[in-house]
């Protein structure tokens, strides 16, 4: 609770989420602060895909409480600010993309903030330049492989600006090239996240601390059982100062 | 005479279609069969009457009638709709049959049950093509329904608005996930298809010059079973299927006879279904939903 280690962007306090009457979160707690990367990892159905949607409000919590930047979240109008300011990239890319071009697929977001269609176009504009995909703005989204789509989802959801990026297994399914490059960009970020993942050297890249998700639940402190983290970690952090 | 029945047929057929798109923007998008839609087409024909015979002009009696049913359609949108959001989703489509109810109970209070018989407009002016004989009215609600689902199918497709919605109907997951402000596309949405149910009632109106509390029902079904011959949750697809069902209802009618048109209609409806489960236009891929 240092002063470095910023304001609590996320705040989960004792939730619990039924989904068809079956438990899926059992008394979560997780703060969220400037900064963190949290990295939260588990086995397939542990709930980790939940825990994100109760954070975007896209699952109601069935008691407990969601506080995300400074306010009490309950009603679809509170979470309208925390999904601009929390980003969820998708786990499935063709979920997200529907415009015929990528460069209105990345203005999709900010037009919805209420920018005009200039604004909007120009931000987009300026978020695929700085992901070096400005080439890519006039193709036809449908025709992208998998890899690109990904990064496209990427540039639609950075183009909104977000404090936080709520990021579901990123990798899953991306040939090693295009995971590279996500993990570049996404380390490159001054921005808190978390991230769901399997994939543990990426974790390991990325993460600051983690999580586990074990039957609903959250354990902390996971990383400390894994040195391996901890050194990649430094290497990480060596690279960002050079 | 068949061209004159085709005449005919296409005009019933439009107002079907009227309905049946309203019925498609609200499920298609919202996944909302709405009920109120038949009480909000008879709101369209029963208040045009009612200002009408208040002495309005006409363009008044209409301008009036489409206000109201919008109103109506937000009541609808902020008592049935969205105190429902996450629940069952059966509960709004019975309180929208229950708005349906309360519209059509409210008119019977203040009109009785009878038919209202509504006064003809541009009664003289018909247009002769040999034998053929369109009515002016007939001609102008004709080119208005068609001229308003042309307008709304490149709305949807060339707008941001029209993006937006697109893409609830796709996801409203996705769509909120992107910033869609589902609490102000929503009114929207219901004010859209009210307009248009209400529109097909005034243009019913005008052309069948009766009017009833209860005109709203067997419009409403024949809306419906357009939507779901064309194919559910297409909007070409409801004209189609609108369109299909008024020409099969004045054909039935002039060749087999008044009797037996729903038998006619709702089973050649039903054998198009068993050939084509998805409807006519077919479940459309779910990129180009609407
Ligand atoms: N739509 C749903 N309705 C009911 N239960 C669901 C639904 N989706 C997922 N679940 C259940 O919720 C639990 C957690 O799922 P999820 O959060 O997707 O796990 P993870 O992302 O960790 O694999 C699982 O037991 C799953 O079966
Ligand atoms: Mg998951």
Redesign the interface.
């Known amino acids: 609770m240092s002063a470095t280690e910023g304001a609590a962007f996320i705040e989960l306090e004792n939730v619990y989420v039924e989904r068809a009457g079956v438990r899926v979160l059992d008394n979560v707690s997780l703060t969220l602060r400037a900064g963190d990367r949290l990295a939260v990892v588990g086995a397939n159905g542990a709930g980790k895909t939940t825990l994100l949607r109760t954070i975007?409000g896209?699952q109601?919590a069935t008691s407990g409480t969601v506080r995300a930047f400074g306010r009490v979240r309950r009603t679809?109008?509170d979470?309208?600010e925390v999904?601009?300011r929390a980003?969820?990239l998708?786990q499935d890319a063709d979920?997200?993309l529907?415009?015929p071009t990528v460069l209105?697929d990345v203005a999709?977001?900010p037009?919805?903030?209420g920018l005009n269609?200039q604004a909007a176009l120009e931000k987009a504009n300026a978020t695929l330049a700085f992901l070096g995909m400005e080439h890519l703005g006039e193709r036809i989204t449908?025709r992208l492989s998998g890899g690109e789509k990904r990064l496209v989802c990427l540039a639609?959801v950075l183009a909104?600006e977000p404090d936080v990026l709520l990021l579901d297994e990123p990798t899953n399914s991306l040939d090693a090239k295009h995971v590279e490059k996500l993990m570049t960009v996404l380390s490159s970020l001054d921005k808190s996240m978390i991230i769901v993942s399997h994939d543990r050297p990426i974790l390991d890249r990325l993460a600051t601390r983690a999580v586990r998700m074990k039957d609903c639940r959250l354990e902390p402190a996971v990383l400390h059982r894994h040195p391996h983290v901890h050194e990649h970690l430094h290497v990480h952090v060596g690279e960002d100062h050079a | 005479m068949v061209s004159q029945q085709i005449v005919n047929g296409l005009m019933l057929g439009s107002i079907y279609m009227l309905v049946a798109v309203a019925f498609t923007l609200a499920i298609g998008v919202l996944n909302f069969l709405n009920f109120s839609i038949p009480g909000l087409f008879m709101v369209g024909g029963m208040a045009a009457y009612g200002g009408v015979k208040l002495g309005l002009h006409w363009s008044l009696a209409f301008a009036g009638a489409l206000a109201l049913a919008a109103l109506i359609s937000l009541a609808v949108e902020r008592l049935a709709y969205r105190p429902m959001q996450g629940g069952d989703p059966e509960a709004p489509l019975v309180s929208s049959l229950g708005f349906l109810v309360l519209l059509e109970n409210l008119m019977l209070i203040r009109y009785g049950s009878d038919q209202q018989a509504f006064p003809p407009l541009l009664a003289d002016m018909n247009l002769r093509i040999g034998d053929l004989v369109i009515g002016m009215a007939q001609l102008a609600s004709l080119a208005l329904s068609i001229a308003l689902v042309v307008w709304l199918s490149w709305f949807l497709s060339a707008t941001n608005s029209g993006r937006r919605i697109r893409t609830v109907a796709e996801s409203g997951e996705t769509a909120v996930l992107l910033g869609v402000n589902m609490s102000s596309l929503a009114p929207r949405l219901f004010v859209g298809s009210a307009m248009l149910a209400a529109t097909a009632g005034i243009l019913f109106a005008v052309n069948y010059q009766q009017v009833s509390p209860f005109m709203g029902e067997g419009v409403g079904f024949k809306g419906v079973a357009a939507m779901i011959v064309g194919g559910m949750g297409s909007i070409w697809g409801a004209v189609l299927g609108g369109l299909l069902i008024g020409m099969i209802e004045v054909l039935s009618i002039s060749v087999i006879g008044a009797n037996v048109v729903n038998i006619t209609v709702y089973g050649l409806l039903l054998l198009i279904l068993i050939l084509r489960p998805q409807g006519l236009i077919g479940r459309p891929p779910s990129r180009e939903k609407l």
Do not use: H, P, V
């Open positions: 975007t896209l109601k679809q109008e979470f309208r999904r601009i980003a969820y998708f979920d997200q529907f415009c209105e999709f977001g037009l919805n903030m269609e449908r639609g909104m």
